[in-house]
């Protein structure tokens, strides 16, 4: 099993995209890679390759679908209140088409498109996470403050990346908790193993809605 967590930036600055990748190992994850700067031509190409061995679910920080006329989608709504009630920021969950989230939505959207072309013999899953919520949900009150200003303070960032080491990510370097796009993009992979591997649970759980929200959300 391959775990693949992609925190995602909008087309036009994929420099600060950033992939980290796990495989499950004695039940726990093992980490084995962060690329940087990832562009979806690369995504692509190393999931086909993690593919041809291996089932992989990718946690992917990024809407991967929108609202008819415009809004928060049901799911939005929920996660808001549930992250609310964890004394987080509410307004870390956006609308996928305010104006500032759109041209991300735009390129998971077409990011996920291109995924689901791969041609290959294993499973390929996909889970829209939110890897601030998959942390609050699991932090301990005493480093919430920390994570709150992770995205600020050197000193937060560093106890949220020891936080990390200590959910079963397994072998995490110090590159980790040089940008914050790292520490989010290894969020993302906790929370799409918890949601795909069928020993454990996600905390919170939005299921798919097909056609037009066709992927599950979680954290």
């Known amino acids: 099993m391959i775990v693949v967590g992609i925190d995602l930036s909008g087309p036009s600055n994929p420099q600060n995209t950033v992939v980290s990748i796990f495989e499950k190992v004695n039940?726990?994850?093992?980490?084995?890679?962060?690329?940087?700067?990832?562009?979806?031509?690369?995504?692509v190409c190393r999931i086909k390759k993690e593919a041809e061995n291996h089932s992989v679910f990718i946690g992917?920080?990024?809407?991967?679908?929108?609202?008819?006329?415009?809004?928060?989608?049901?799911?939005?709504?929920?996660?808001?209140?549930?992250?609310?009630?964890?004394?987080?920021k509410p307004a870390s969950i956006?609308?996928?088409?305010?104006?500032?989230?759109?041209?991300?939505?735009?390129?998971?959207?077409?990011?996920?498109r291109a995924i689901e072309y791969i041609d290959t013999q294993k499973p390929i899953k996909i889970v829209e996470v939110h890897p601030g919520a998959v942390m609050g949900s699991r932090?301990?009150?005493?480093?919430?403050?920390?994570?709150?200003?992770?995205?600020?303070?050197?000193?937060?960032?560093?106890?949220?990346?020891?936080?990390?080491?200590?959910t079963d990510l397994n072998a995490l370097p110090?590159?980790?908790k040089?940008?914050?796009?790292?520490?989010?993009?290894?969020?993302?992979?906790?929370?799409?193993?918890?949601?795909?591997?069928?020993?454990?649970?996600?905390?919170?759980?939005?299921k798919a809605e097909p056609p037009f929200h066709p992927y599950d959300y979680c954290c």
């Not at 679908?65 to 009630?85: N, P």
């Not at 041209?103 to 077409?110: H, N, V």
């Not at 301990?140 to 920390?146: A, E, I, K, V």
Request: with cysteine; hydrophobic share 35%; glycine share 8%.
């Open 60 to 88: 992917i920080d990024s809407p991967l679908s929108y609202q008819d006329g415009g809004g928060d989608r049901q799911a939005d709504k929920s996660l808001r209140s549930y992250i609310t009630k964890l004394g987080m």
């Open 174 to 176: 110090e590159e980790v």
């Open 139 to 166: 932090v301990t009150q005493d480093l919430l403050p920390h994570l709150l200003q992770y995205k600020k303070d050197n000193d937060s960032l560093n106890e949220i990346y020891h936080f990390l080491q200590s």
């Open 27 to 43: 039940g726990a994850l093992k980490f084995r890679q962060l690329i940087t700067g990832a562009t979806d031509e690369a995504i």
């Open 178 to 206: 040089e940008t914050t796009h790292a520490i989010d993009s290894c969020a993302a992979a906790l929370g799409a193993w918890n949601w795909g591997d069928p020993y454990l649970d996600p905390n919170w759980h939005w």
């Open 94 to 112: 956006m609308p996928p088409t305010m104006n500032r989230m759109a041209y991300l939505t735009l390129r998971g959207i077409a990011l996920t």
